[in-house]
Each structure stands twice: as structure tokens, then as C-alpha cells.
């Protein structure tokens, strides 16, 4: 959900990205962003601005949230299943299928700035305490 509750915000099956307004019924859901690739996660910025997305091609994307266009691409060479911005918004962590830990700082969108190999482990989620 956004951080006023007022939307929430969802990838699907179709890959498409949408918003959806739960005080509407039978709300179809805004598409906001439609790609060609499989959308493995999703994750939106603590202010709503914007959204990261990791897609089947290795390929990860930060998002206008409002208007759905690209606004960076975030390198990374192995595939991320969960993404999550820190509670400042001013980072990206990703949990990747080598059992790597990544994050991107927002200032700086093409930079790892740091991967910790845990050996045969599969991240497939997380969440990040703000007491850090």
C-alpha cells in the first residue's frame, strides 16, 4: 500500500503493474507499467514516488510511480526475488537467487555498493527494521 493508504499497489501475471483503489468496487486496477518480461517483485519507495522492480531477464528498474515510465536501471548480474527500500527511502536492498545481498544507493542508482555471499542460500524475502 502507499504510505496513505489511499492506493495499493500490485505486479500480476499478465506483467503488468497496477493500482488499485480499495474504497472502489470493482475496481479494475490502474495499469501503470506493462513489460514483456516476467515481474519477480516489487517493492515501493516509503514516500510513494517510486517503485523498483525485478524482472526474469536479470533486469531490475526504478519506476515513476505515478506515470509508470523508467527512470533507471539497476544493474545487477544474477536474479533478484525481493526487493525492499530502507525505511529512508534513500536505499534499495535486493535478496538474490545466488544467496547475495545487494543494495543500490538511490543518489547513485548504477553502483552495488555491497554483496555478501551466503553459500546455497535462496532469498526470497525480507524486511528491513528501521532501527538499522
Keep these: 500500500m502507499t504510505p496513505n493508504d489511499a492506493h495499493i499497489i ?4 499478465d506483467n503488468s503493474i497496477r493500482a488499485w483503489c480499495p474504497s ?3 475496481d479494475k486496477g490502474k495499469v501503470l507499467h506493462k513489460t ?3 515481474i519477480s517483485c516489487l517493492a515501493v519507495s516509503p514516500t510513494a514516488d517510486v517503485m523498483a522492480i525485478s524482472l ?5 528498474e526504478l519506476l515513476d510511480t505515478n506515470t509508470g515510465d523508467l527512470i533507471a536501471i539497476l544493474e545487477r548480474p544474477t536474479n533478484v526475488w525481493t526487493l525492499q527500500f530502507s525505511p529512508d527511502g534513500q536505499r534499495i536492498y535486493g535478496g538474490c537467487s545466488n544467496g547475495s545481498i545487494c543494495y543500490w544507493d538511490v543518489s547513485d542508482l548504477l553502483l552495488i ?3 555478501k555471499s551466503v553459500p546455497y542460500l535462496e532469498i526470497k524475502g525480507g524486511r528491513i527494521r528501521s532501527e538499522g
Design 10 to 13: 500490485s505486479a500480476s501475471y
Design 24 to 26: 472502489l468496487k470493482n
Design 36 to 38: 514483456k518480461e516476467r
Design 56 to 60: 526474469s531477464n536479470l533486469r531490475n
Design 113 to 115: 555498493k555491497e554483496k
